[in-house]
């Protein structure tokens, strides 16, 4: 009964999300000759991020824990005549991540856009899901985002320049989700409220 309510509400839901992205839209911004790092790239919304922002003239870093996609979403674009990197990464470790920002950094890149987009859903009820489900959702879907935020945030205010988009979803400003998406739910009503008070501390440390 709960989900045919939470069918029910989904349009109107949808539209107050749209009214709001109306209300808060600005000018559309040429990115171009831009260092893009996407997380999750090998597969689904990643992999079309990374196609998009190519075709627009950008160097794209495609991160990903199989290496099979992201290899694969490479040579694609690679194919069409792009310039773009594959990096496995397991962002549930610590280690990985860290060694990722290294190899970037290394060989002189310097992002401009980091993407989190990383996800995952175990499309379970919380009481189902074991304490290594929850933790590995945490960590992928939350923590990891503010790992890539920490290493490359302080080159982007160095260089007055840079931007970090983190994929956040409807159900994340109204807690309609099922019983199934309780956790992704949570998620993302964290995703959106981390944005804000990102954007607060940075113009805080700015002085604005």
């Not at 996407?38 to 190519?54: L, N, S, V």
């Not at 009820?125 to 503010?146: A, E, F, K, P, W």
């Not at 970090?164 to 989700?177: D, E, H, T, Y």
């Not at 992704?184 to 002085?207: S, Y």
């Amino acid at each position: 009964m709960s989900f045919v309510l939470t069918l029910v509400k989904l349009p109107f839901v949808l539209l107050l999300e749209i009214i709001y992205f109306i209300l808060r839209c600005r000018p559309k911004k040429d990115i171009r000759n831009q260092q893009i790092l996407i997380t999750g790239a090998g597969q689904g919304i990643g992999a079309e991020f990374a196609r998009q922002f190519a075709k627009m003239g950008n160097t794209v870093h495609c991160v990903d824990i199989e290496e099979e996609l992201t290899e694969k979403i490479v040579a694609e674009l690679k194919e069409n005549g792009h310039e773009a990197f594959p990096y496995t990464c397991d962002l549930t470790k610590h280690k990985q991540v860290q060694d990722l920002y290294d190899e970037i950094s290394g060989t002189g890149f310097v992002i401009n856009i980091l993407v989190n987009n990383a996800g995952v859903a175990f499309g379970r009820g919380l009481q189902d899901m074991t304490l290594t489900q929850i933790q590995h959702s945490l960590t992928v879907n939350i923590i990891s985002n503010l790992w890539l935020i920490k290493l490359f945030l302080p080159k982007m205010l160095e260089l007055d320049e840079g931007h970090i988009v983190n994929m956040a979803s409807v159900l994340g400003f109204f807690p309609i989700s099922p019983d199934l998406l309780h956790l992704f739910g949570t998620n993302k009503c964290k995703e959106v409220w981390k944005q804000r008070k990102l954007k607060e501390e940075i113009k805080r440390r700015e002085g604005g």
